[in-house]
């Protein structure tokens, strides 16, 4: 069968989080693997890669947590485990960039807050952000989700959370564009 990922190597893998390097000996891969954006994360003496089913490369450990089970883990803190799929979740509390790594992020301002979008060309094509106002607060306190770089959500450079507990889903085209679903 034509384009069957193939990955072959030995356990042996060191990552550097000063360069955001993960070194591996021995590494035979087919079909084009794409390593792009792995970040820094910590993995165990019982840690080897895999592939998911779409063909990402994961770290799995039988001592990651979950009871000891089978789990699949990631730098970003994005999973499955033994009690199902999680994704990371970061608090904000003042206006910056929203970390590449995030999943769900819980706005907690207690004043106006911008939140910028990390530039679309640095995530992952359909890369999803779920903001939420989790303090009420939308309705006096302006939440703005903006973009930079040129790059659009929807075609406008920002929008704003407007009800209180409001929320909204954004992923990305992995280009310049993000989108709201």
Known sequence: MSGKTH?????????NPSTDTLSISKLSAS???NLAGILAGT???????ALDSNNNIILTSSAAGGGGSDDEFSASGNGIG???????????TASRIIP???????????????LTLPLAN?????????????????????????????????????VQIE???????????????????
């Open 100 to 114: 590449i790594a995030s999943h769900y992020i819980g706005v907690s301002a207690s004043s106006n807050i911008t």
């Open 82 to 92: 033994a009690n199902g799929v999680f994704f990371a979740r970061t608090v904000i």
């Open 31 to 33: 079909s084009g693997i």
């Open 163 to 181: 009800s209180p507990f409001g929320a909204i889903n954004i992923y990305s085209n992995g280009s310049n564009k993000y989108f709201i679903y």
């Open 122 to 158: 640095t995530t992952t094509v359909g890369q999803t952000f779920v903001i939420k106002d989790e303090m009420g607060v939308a309705d006096t306190h302006d939440i703005i989700v903006a973009t930079a770089g040129g790059h659009t959500i929807d075609g406008t450079t920002s």
């Open 43 to 49: 993995a165990t003496t019982a840690s080897f890669l």
């Open 7 to 15: 990955l072959e190597g030995d356990s042996t893998f060191t990552f």
